[in-house]
T-cell receptor, first 114, second 110 residues
Framework: SAVISQKPSRDICQRGTSLTIQCQVD?????MFWYRQQPGQSLTLIAT?????????ESGFVIDKFPISRPNLTFSTLTVSNMSPEDSSIYLC???????????FGQGTRLTVV | RKEVEQDPGPFNVPEGATVAFNCTYS??????FFWYRQDCRKEPKLLMS???SGNEDGRFTAQLNRASQYISLLIRDSKLSDSATYLC???????????FGTGTRLKVLA
């Protein structure tokens, strides 16, 4: 299993500002994923981040709103840009070592936009 | 039709009861299946993988029915600490794409 450290764990932000969430893994992993979990909902994949290439975004999510960096095999960031109250959610970083194996999650970032 | 569907519950059961959750998936090419547990305000954590032959881990039994495209989770002798949301997760064959069900809430009552 992988140990994933995600920060900040929570933040309250003003609308119109941006927040960058960091995800650090204790081992090298091929794929890192960013999910959003809105209150009472399940997880929705935002994007998949490969090292050295642009992230792949799911339908409904765009790079301008959720830019992602993946500078190496153990680290990634997700930025929530120009925030509005609708962005209030939990954002989760996830990794998987190989296809068809289980995924592991960071502790999540609870974001509230006011 | 949702890709992965679960009964959201909540299931309220007394301690010691046996409870079962089902989950259906729409993509017949799905390769791997998992049950995750998510406590309130916490991240999902792997409970168990689901194998074609079925598998058991203590009080927990998972089964897969490929023909009918559903997986199940059985919890025997429920404990108060089993109270959580149980997420059904399906992985598309040969990919890193994980599809999450909406989760089933379980509350075990004293």
């Amino acid at each position: 299993s992988a140990v994933i450290s995600q920060k900040p764990s929570r933040d309250i932000c003003q609308r119109g500002t941006s927040l960058t969430i960091q995800c650090q893994v204790d081992s090298q992993v091929t794929m890192m994923f960013w999910y959003r979990q809105q209150p009472g909902q399940s997880l929705t994949l935002i994007a998949t981040a490969n090292q050295g290439s642009e992230a792949t975004y799911e339908s409904g999510f765009v790079i301008d709103k959720f830019p992602i960096s993946r500078p190496n095999l153990t680290f990634s960031t997700l930025t929530v840009s120009n925030m509005s109250p609708e962005d209030s959610s939990i954002y989760l970083c996830s990794v998987a070592g190989q296809a068809n194996t289980e995924a592991f999650f960071g502790q999540g970032t609870r974001l509230t936009v006011v | 039709r949702k890709e992965v569907e679960q009964d959201p519950g909540p299931f309220n059961v007394p301690e010691g009861a046996t409870v079962a959750f089902n989950c259906t998936y729409s993509n017949s090419a799905s390769q791997s299946f998992f049950w995750y547990r998510q406590d309130c305000r916490k991240e999902p954590k792997l409970l168990m993988s689901v194998y074609s032959s079925g598998n058991e881990d203590g009080r927990f039994t998972a089964q897969l029915n490929r023909a009918s495209q559903y997986i199940s989770l059985l919890i025997r002798d429920s404990k108060l600490s089993d109270s959580a949301t149980y997420l059904c997760v399906v992985n598309e064959a040969g990919t890193y794409k994980y599809i999450f069900g909406t989760g089933t809430r379980l509350k075990v009552l004293a």
